[in-house]
């Protein structure tokens, strides 16, 4: 079992590059998260869903896209990379939206924009 | 929207000491408080979680309360340990919606634990 599991763990792009983050989880886990984490800044919610085929916007989802085709998989994808995308970005899960289902979340991808 | 704000940035103690952090929230319709333990080179770990409709929870060395009036909520840690150290993040559901999407994060407070 091994949780939610991010590829790749660090990536440096060129501006105006294109890249795509995979997350996968294997708990069976409806919703899933993407995030993301700057110095002084805490977590930032980017998009997010609640089921195989659905995703939602966040707080700061300019930018960014989403699919989640398969339930256990949820993409995070950068059209047209720019600096300020330089960040970490985290993957989490969860059972269901209720408050008695924690996040479970990734080890973070490491992505460099220059 | 909501907004979490978070004291102190960074936190120094001895091995033995209690650490507080402390958290303040601006929707008094928030209802579900949880605290993150992120270790580096790590994702957040959940430690300990609150609802509105307690005022304490403990965990062996670690406890959360909660004062609703005051809109803020603080996370203890006695008889802290090298192993404590890391980067703690409260968090605050926002009053609607039904995801834990919705979670809004302070922006940390790095605990280091000196032995």
């Known amino acids: 079992n091994a949780g939610v599991t991010q590829t790749p763990k660090f990536r440096v792009l060129k501006t105006g590059q294109s890249m795509t983050l995979l997350c996968a989880q294997d708990m069976n886990h409806e919703y899933m998260y993407w995030y993301r984490q700057d110095p002084g800044m805490g977590l930032r919610l980017i998009h997010y869903s609640v089921g195989e085929g659905t995703t939602a916007k966040g707080e700061v989802p300019d930018g960014y896209n989403v699919s989640r085709l398969k339930k256990q998989n949820f993409l995070l994808g950068l059209e047209s990379a720019a600096p300020s995308q330089t960040s970490v970005y985290f993957c989490?899960?969860?059972?269901?939206?209720?408050?008695?289902?924690?996040?479970?979340f990734g080890n973070g991808t490491r992505l460099t924009v220059t | 929207g909501e907004n979490v704000e978070q004291h102190p940035s960074t936190l120094s103690v001895q091995e033995g000491d209690s650490a507080v952090i402390k958290c303040t929230y601006s929707d008094s319709a928030s209802n579900y408080f949880p605290w993150y333990k992120q270790e580096l080179g790590k994702g957040p770990q959940l430690i300990i979680d609150i609802r509105s409709n307690v005022g304490e929870k403990k965990d062996q060395r670690i406890a959360v309360t909660l004062n609703k009036t005051a809109k803020h909520f603080s996370l203890h840690i006695t008889e802290t340990q090298p192993e404590d150290s890391a980067v703690y993040f409260c968090a605050a559901r926002l009053g609607y919606g039904g995801s834990q999407g919705n979670l809004i994060f302070g922006k940390g407070t790095k605990l280091s634990v000196k032995p």
């Open positions: 989490a899960s969860s059972y269901s939206g209720d408050t008695s289902s924690p996040l479970h």
